[in-house]
């Protein structure tokens, strides 16, 4: 079975996420919608702020509930998830759902050693003794990196560094071997060779326990190379999503071609690099109806201030007006192939 074939776990249609805030209630998420099956590797990018943290911890039921309007319908195995109780998505998330958030601290608990949450998490979904539970904490320790895991095992979050934390909240999130591990930037506090580490330890969880992962990164030649699809945030929407290889090859959307533009695609014809997109992506606050990136946008017409349509090609769909062929005789004047030459 492809993985295209295979049961859809994670279903996210509509979700909307408004903070309240001073000056009133501000949208960070608007109308997000994307599914990930069973196995898949979903990548989610996009520039800081665009609402891609946001949206994984809403639909986890991680926002604080007080301040945050969460709409839409989010659903898991085919199960409505946004209305549980905290107590019942939490159960979730220790035994189905593994989380690896871009702030170690969510996920650790200040007044427990890492060895006892690693190993009250083994035990809250597996029969095994507090014994067995802590030397499989160790093991997981040193799996994720960490020199001296039989130390490491008895410190509390405070003492380890934040390298070290985000090592012990990748062991904690592996600990269950998920159906689903969303993981924020799992690497990002890491130095390069251990980036490496964990990385191979995601896509081994894949291989052995069929985990479908959400991956957030900012590396995209580590898209390119794992993900089965990617979703393009920009300003609190999915801008563009599609398959990996058709993304890269000829991406439909104005922001995207800086994206995918940026590094040498797996197959077809090789694209320049992009000079830096000029300025900057809007504050939730001033967001409209219309595209969000109209503003820096070389191509924005009028039109582009109405609410942009979804234009579908292949696996691909893009929230932009353009049309073909005009979409690609403008990409080509963004990337064009010669300069690589
Ligand atoms: N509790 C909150 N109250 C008000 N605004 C918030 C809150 N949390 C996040 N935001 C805003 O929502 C927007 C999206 O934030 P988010 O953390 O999802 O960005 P991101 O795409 O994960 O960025 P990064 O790549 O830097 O992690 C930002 O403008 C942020 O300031
Ligand atoms: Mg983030």
Same mark, same amino acid.
């Given at each position: 079975m492809t993985s295209a074939e295979k049961p859809i776990l994670l279903d996210v249609n509509g979700l909307t996420v408004s903070f309240a805030t001073d000056r009133g209630m501000v949208r960070a998420v608007r109308d997000v919608s994307f599914s990930v099956r069973e196995g898949e590797i979903l990548s989610i990018v996009g520039e800081s702020g665009s609402g891609k943290s946001v949206t994984l911890l809403s639909l986890l039921g991680l926002h604080d509930r007080k301040t945050t309007r969460v709409e839409g319908m989010v659903s898991f195995r085919g199960r409505g998830?946004?209305? @549980?109780s905290p107590g019942e998505l939490r159960s979730i998330r220790g035994r189905e759902i593994g989380l690896i958030s871009q702030d170690p601290m969510t996920a650790?608990?200040?007044?427990?050693t890492i060895g006892w949450q690693i190993a009250e998490q083994i035990r809250a979904h597996e029969k095994i003794s507090a014994r067995a539970a802590r030397k499989r904490a160790v093991e997981l320790l040193g799996e994720v990196g960490l020199s001296n895991p039989q130390e490491a095992v008895?410190?509390?979050?405070?003492?380890? +560094?934040g390298g070290m934390r985000q090592r012990a909240v990748i062991a904690m999130a592996l600990s269950c071997n998920p159906a689903l591990l969303v993981a924020d *930037?799992? =690497? =990002? &506090? @890491?130095?390069v060779t251990v980036q490496a580490q964990v990385l191979d330890l995601l896509l081994r969880l894949r291989k052995d326990f069929g985990s479908a992962i959400i991956l957030i990164t900012h590396d995209m030649g580590v898209v390119s190379e794992v993900a089965d699809r990617v979703a393009v945030m920009y300003a609190g929407r999915i801008v563009e999503r599609g398959e990996t290889e058709a993304m890269f090859a000829s991406p439909l959307h104005p922001y995207s071609w800086g994206l995918m533009g940026s590094i040498p695609p797996l197959t077809g014809p090789r694209l320049a690099r992009l000079k830096s997109i000029p300025g900057m992506p809007p504050t939730p606050d001033r967001i #409209? *109806? #219309? /595209? #969000?990136f109209a503003p820096r946008c %070389?191509? %924005?017409? +009028? &039109? /582009? @201030? *109405?609410?942009p349509p979804l234009r579908k090609i292949g696996t691909q769909a893009a929230l932009c007006i353009l049309e073909e062929p005009e979409r690609a005789a403008l990409r080509r004047t963004v990337l064009s192939a010669e300069e690589f030459a």
């Open positions: 998830i946004l209305d @549980l650790l608990n200040p007044v427990y008895d410190r509390y979050p405070h003492q380890l +560094s *930037e799992p =690497t =990002t &506090a @890491l130095d #409209g *109806e #219309g /595209c #969000g %070389a191509f %924005a017409r +009028s &039109a /582009c @201030l *109405e609410r």
